[in-house]
């Protein structure tokens, strides 16, 4: 038996693939820990492991940032996604480091694998001078020695002209994020580690092991990576509703419809960006729409729905994606994952953080739809949505990146990978 510490940043999208991993750990007869917020402590210990919530760092709820981090107010796009960087992940990483030193003086363990973004984690494991394991629950930000940095939604190149522009773009990384490497520094120096003027992608990836949510076809099956890096598919648990409980009391209102799902996500989820248009657009046609508020226990819009819509702040995936035919999204990357691990097509408005970056890889596998904007016209939309009914193409495609997502091994590969660490 090894003893296994588990770090995720506290949210979701990160949370729930690690605690994905941390079921599987336990399982194969481990002890496992995980450091995370207090909000996940249910899901930890559903999955067998015991919380170790943040103390020092600041306990924040993913649904309310501004309260933790005022500079997030009125944040959108670049500028949302650089203060997020530097007020969440970065200036919270001494005190991640601090609870993680308390954890390891009381209780050592034998390794540690943390998301992309768990910075204290890094600092931790640099300091102490242990190996540590990167499961990434993102699209992989890996800088490469080929391609364009991760994030501007754009493909590798192909021709000589394309290869200069990313070489161009690569070189401009540390030029243009100079205000998240000065907030690095801070951060490694407060924590007595030197200072070297290094870039977030380069230092949060493990040069030891990379376990990557997804696959070479949402990666434009770059030839580029390193031998440590392994794409494993969909971080997610098996565990489906523990009763018909779990469902909602409009579930049989989806037999023997086709269904569309609309989702917005737990991020940004200002349903007039996305959903309200959506809405409009699958207005009156033969389907039954299931759309997500992203807070559960939030079932209703602030406007009223066309009548084969049904509102929820949640919903089993598991249960709903085999129904599903086709689903309009904000691009968030475990939806995604998960929609596509179905087979089910997309139509992908991805306005900020790392969606555009969704979006685009998604289109290129030829797998959906990319509306280029978060805050689409209903009539975007809707040739999105005409597009991808009237290609087969798109399923096909959908299809393709289904099968190699569950070839991978998901979250049993990921726990073997990081089981091999000991």
């Given amino acids: 038996m090894g003893r296994f510490l588990l770090t995720a940043m506290p949210y979701t999208g990160h949370g729930a693939p690690l605690t994905a991993v941390a079921r599987q750990l336990v399982a194969r007869g481990h002890d496992v820990r995980f450091y995370t917020g207090s909000r996940f402590r249910a899901r930890v210990e559903a999955a067998g492991?015991?919380?170790?919530p943040w103390?020092?760092?600041?306990?924040?709820?993913?649904?309310?940032?501004?309260?933790?981090?005022?500079r997030m107010v009125g944040k959108k796009g670049m500028q949302q996604l650089l203060v997020n960087m530097v007020d969440c992940f970065i200036r919270t990483a001494p005190a991640q480091v601090a609870d993680l030193a308390a954890e390891w003086r009381r209780d050592p363990w034998d390794a540690l694998a943390g998301d992309e973004t768990s910075l204290g984690a890094v600092l931790f494991s640099e300091r102490e001078r242990m190996p540590w394991?990167?499961?990434?629950?993102?699209?992989?930000q890996l800088l490469g020695p080929a391609g364009p940095p991760s994030g501007m939604g754009l493909r590798p190149g192909t021709n000589a002209l394309t290869r200069t522009r990313d070489a161009a773009l690569r070189g401009l990384v540390p030029l243009v994020s100079r205000s998240l490497v000065r907030a690095l520094d801070d951060a490694q120096a407060a924590v007595g580690l030197p200072t070297r003027g290094r870039t977030f992608d380069g230092i949060v990836f493990s040069p030891t092991v990379i376990a990557a949510s997804g696959s070479p076809l949402l990666d434009y099956d770059r030839t580029d990576r390193p031998q440590h890096l392994h794409f494993v598919g969909e971080l997610a648990s098996q565990a489906g509703p523990s009763s018909r409980d779990a469902l909602p009391p409009w579930w049989g209102d989806l037999d023997g419809r086709?269904?569309?799902?609309?989702t917005q996500g737990t991020q940004n989820i200002d349903p007039d960006d996305l959903v309200r248009p959506a809405l409009a657009a699958l207005e009156g046609r033969d389907v039954l729409v299931v759309a997500t508020t992203g807070v559960p226990g939030r079932d209703a819009f602030p406007f009223p729905v066309p009548a084969d819509?049904?509102?929820?702040?949640?919903?089993?995936?598991?249960a709903l994606l085999s129904r599903v035919e086709l689903a309009v999204t904000n691009g968030g990357w475990g939806g995604t994952i998960a929609m596509l691990g179905h087979g089910i097509p997309l139509v992908i408005a991805g306005g900020d953080l790392d969606k555009p970056e969704v979006a685009a890889r998604v289109a290129h596998s030829g797998a959906g739809v990319n509306l280029r904007t978060g805050t689409p016209k209903t009539s975007a939309v809707g040739a999105g949505i005409?597009?991808?009914?009237?290609a087969p193409a798109f399923r096909d495609a959908a299809g393709r990146v289904a099968s190699?997502?569950?070839?991978?091994?998901?979250?049993?590969?990921?726990?073997e990978?990081?089981?091999g660490m000991l």
């Fill in 49 to 52: 492991a015991r919380l170790v």
């Fill in 55 to 70: 103390r020092e760092a600041p306990d924040f709820d993913e649904n309310d940032l501004a309260a933790t981090f005022p």
């Fill in 133 to 140: 394991a990167t499961v990434a629950v993102l699209p992989l």
């Fill in 258 to 262: 086709r269904v569309v799902l609309v």
């Fill in 309 to 318: 819509v049904r509102v929820t702040g949640f919903v089993p995936f598991g």
């Fill in 386 to 390: 005409d597009r991808v009914f009237a």
């Fill in 404 to 415: 190699e997502l569950r070839a991978l091994g998901g979250a049993t590969r990921a726990a």
């Fill in 417 to 419: 990978l990081i089981e």
